[in-house]
């Protein structure tokens, strides 16, 4: 076709009602709908724009056939096949091992120190036989690392469903993908809580304390009630121990504590993973909840992923795009709490269909609550993200 029959074509179409403000990047989109010329050829975005979350992505959103593709790699397999790689600017937030230890509460350091004096050579392997391992931050610890050396830890350990402000520490080699990590809700704060996920399950985040002993107690109890009584006499001392280190430094086991009700009490939405959001929230200002209920916006997306074809899922998403436009005015106004709710639920629904959606949303709530730091994070995270045991970043 000529180019004079294609400006023809072009202009028989109709406008697509969102102008200017479209962000879709679909060709069967702009196929459909007629778009201002600086929409229909994007201009190039750079890797540095994209990690300071001041633009969208400009990755296509995958037709039905690439989508069902991109499921299957990131299932959990035999041979834990990477997903591929996404080329990011150069980070911003590579830490010091000693700022990273610096970071981490004191319970973190004393955990370190219980488990050295079960295995003396091997403290993170202390709790093999509960088929639990130290990881993650615990690395450092392992490896010895000089304080200086500078680390980039974004994806070490970073599970399927591990929103940005989780900080794994302990695994299980089992199918769930079982882990428990640290949880701050700032990156500049201490964690306040742990929490526990299985990744090849679902996104849900559960409550494990406010200290890593208490944590591990729960999850030991757990284990052993599911033992046979001829296994139970060995386990229920090395508990036993535990509980008694922990008490002399005064540590509590239970789940729910002062901290724990504290944030709770700061939560402004339950999100999709069940454990909620805070920010700050001033005179009304900060946070306003999404017009549509959890279980609406899990229909809305169930639909666009379930589409027959892609004039249905155009039609689908519509209800997606006011949600979005939602944020936008939400923003504006300064109640930046709608973003990071939508952003998170985005993320923890899981289809890689909505990654392009929630690196236009997620990344600008971290950058414009003041947490630069998650606005990296989620977008490393969004490149490398797979379901599987596979998560060592540092080797």
């Not at 834990?80 to 973190?108: C, I």
């Not at 629904?349 to 959606?357: A, I, L, N, Q, V």
Request: aromatic share 10%; hydrophobic share 30%; charged share 30%.
């Amino acid at each position: 076709m000529d180019s004079v029959n294609r400006k023809r074509k072009s202009k028989d179409m109709p406008m697509c009602k969102y102008g200017l403000s479209c962000y879709q990047k679909n060709p069967e989109h702009h196929k459909k709908y007629r778009h201002p010329e600086s929409v229909v050829e994007p201009k190039n975005v750079s890797n540095q724009d994209v990690v300071d979350g001041s633009s969208i992505s400009d990755e296509e959103p995958p037709s039905k056939t690439s989508r069902i593709s991109d499921k299957a790699k990131i299932e959990l397999s035999d041979d834990e096949e990477e997903a591929p790689k996404t080329s990011l600017a150069e980070p911003k937030f590579k830490e010091t091992v000693e700022k990273v230890l610096k970071s981490m509460p004191q319970d973190f350091f004393d955990f370190w120190d219980f488990c050295a004096s079960i295995n003396k050579q091997k403290p993170e392997d202390a709790f093999a036989d509960f088929d639990l391992y130290l990881i993650g931050i615990y690395d450092l610890l392992v490896k010895k690392l000089p304080p200086n050396k500078e680390i980039l830890l974004h994806c070490h350990y970073r599970y399927y469903y591990d929103p940005p402000e989780l900080q794994t520490v302990i695994k299980s080699n089992d199918k769930s993908l079982f882990h428990i990590g640290y949880f701050r809700d700032d990156p500049e704060s201490f964690p306040s809580v742990l929490v526990s996920n299985n990744a090849a399950v679902d996104c849900k985040l559960t409550l494990k304390g406010d200290n890593i002993f208490a944590a591990m107690n729960a999850e030991i109890t757990d284990r052993i009630k599911k033992m046979k009584p001829k296994s139970k006499k060995q386990f229920i001392k090395i508990q036993e121990n535990l509980q008694k280190f922990a008490k002399e430094k005064k540590y509590s086991l239970e789940i729910s504590t002062s901290k724990t009700t504290s944030r709770n009490k700061k939560v402004v939405s339950k999100t999709f993973n069940s454990f909620g959001i805070v920010v700050p929230v001033k005179n009304d200002v900060g946070y306003r909840p999404l017009p549509d209920s959890n279980a609406k916006i899990k229909s809305i997306l169930q639909k666009i992923v379930n589409a027959e074809n892609e004039e249905k899922r155009l039609t689908f998403e519509e209800d997606l795009d006011e949600l979005i436009t939602n944020v936008q005015f939400a923003n504006d106004e300064c109640d930046f709490g709608m973003g990071l709710e939508l952003g998170i639920d985005l993320f923890c629904f899981g289809d890689p269909y909505f990654h392009s959606h929630i690196l236009s949303i997620l990344p600008l709530a971290y950058n414009l609550l003041n947490r630069p730091k998650y606005a990296e994070v989620v977008q490393f995270h969004l490149a490398n993200r797979k379901k599987s045991h596979n998560l060592n970043t540092l080797d």
